[in-house]
């Protein structure tokens, strides 16, 4: 006996159980921890010692010491497009995925620089998830191409995206 299954009707309900299954693969080990350190107002540049990360929000996983409950972070420094600075350090549990906001300095001049720079990358980041919906949507309701990735460069007040 042949079964003639039509797996086109079937790509959304596909989909929803790939992500499931990916998202229960993501736990952390009890000796670990994951650390997503943002930043407010968005968009300021991390370093951990001299290593710059990256712009915020970025993940990090802290491994700690053979029968520890805890690992001290070492100083991250949040350094927004003004100039303004401000260092975080924390010690954190282990086993766990944690979270934490470094604020920018309310004290610090440049505001508006860091406020603007920060609608930029709020602007940019909906663009980009606006093109990576209608590929998404493209491809599960008939589009017979594959998905796309979408990558979205601010320049000046000037968003560009460009999907692959």
């Known amino acids: ?57 970025q993940t990090r996983i802290y491994q700690g010491a053979k029968g520890a409950t805890t690992v001290k972070m070492r100083t991250i420094t949040a350094i927004w497009p003004s100039g303004a600075r401000k260092n975080f350090s924390s010690r954190i549990e282990l086993g766990g995925e944690w979270e934490t906001t470094i604020s920018r300095p309310s004290d610090a001049p440049g505001l508006n620089i860091d406020l603007s720079h920060a609608a930029k990358i709020r602007a940019a980041e909906a663009q980009r998830q606006a093109a990576d919906s209608a590929a998404a949507a493209a491809y599960i309701f008939g589009s017979s191409s594959r998905p796309t990735q979408t990558t979205c460069m601010t320049t000046g007040g000037l968003t560009n995206c460009s999907t692959k």
Do not use: Q
């Not at 736990?27 to 990256?54: C, F, N, Q």
């Open 1 to 57: 006996m042949m079964f003639n299954v039509n797996f086109n009707r079937y790509k959304f309900t596909l989909i929803a159980l790939m992500s499931l299954f990916i998202m229960g693969c993501g736990s952390i080990d009890p000796d670990k921890a994951r650390v997503t350190i943002h930043t407010s107002p968005e968009g300021a540049m991390l370093y951990e010692g001299d290593v710059a990360w990256g712009i915020a929000p």
